[in-house]
């Protein structure tokens, strides 16, 4: 059986960047607030307030937050064998 959606709010100071990790969920994160670079691999995004980043799971990623910090809502969709993400 699969398991139902969650949502998170995470609001930081500015703090040193988020560790690498990846997520089995696909992922809805939207800046409320603030500055945050999104990490990757091959490159990094600047977001900011009213952005928003549709993550893949499996992909590996941070968080660089910007000095003022950032507020982000996030919500995430498990994901399943077989899901397919359409870019």
Same mark, same amino acid.
């Given at each position: 059986a699969m398991s139902s959606? +969650?949502? +998170?709010l995470r609001t930081?100071?500015? @703090?040193? +960047? @988020?560790?690498?990790?990846k997520s089995d969920s696909l992922g809805l994160d939207t800046i409320l607030a603030g500055e945050v670079t999104l990490v990757l691999e091959e490159a990094e995004v600047l977001l900011r307030t009213g952005? @928003?980043?549709?993550?893949r799971p499996g992909v590996l990623h941070s968080w660089r937050p910007g000095p003022e910090g950032y507020t982000l809502a996030g919500v995430f969709v498990p994901g399943r064998q077989?899901?397919?993400?359409?870019?």
């Amino acid at each position: 059986a699969m398991s139902s959606a +969650r949502s +998170r709010l995470r609001t930081t100071g500015s @703090m040193p +960047r @988020m560790p690498f990790h990846k997520s089995d969920s696909l992922g809805l994160d939207t800046i409320l607030a603030g500055e945050v670079t999104l990490v990757l691999e091959e490159a990094e995004v600047l977001l900011r307030t009213g952005d @928003m980043v549709v993550m893949r799971p499996g992909v590996l990623h941070s968080w660089r937050p910007g000095p003022e910090g950032y507020t982000l809502a996030g919500v995430f969709v498990p994901g399943r064998q077989g899901l397919s993400v359409q870019h």
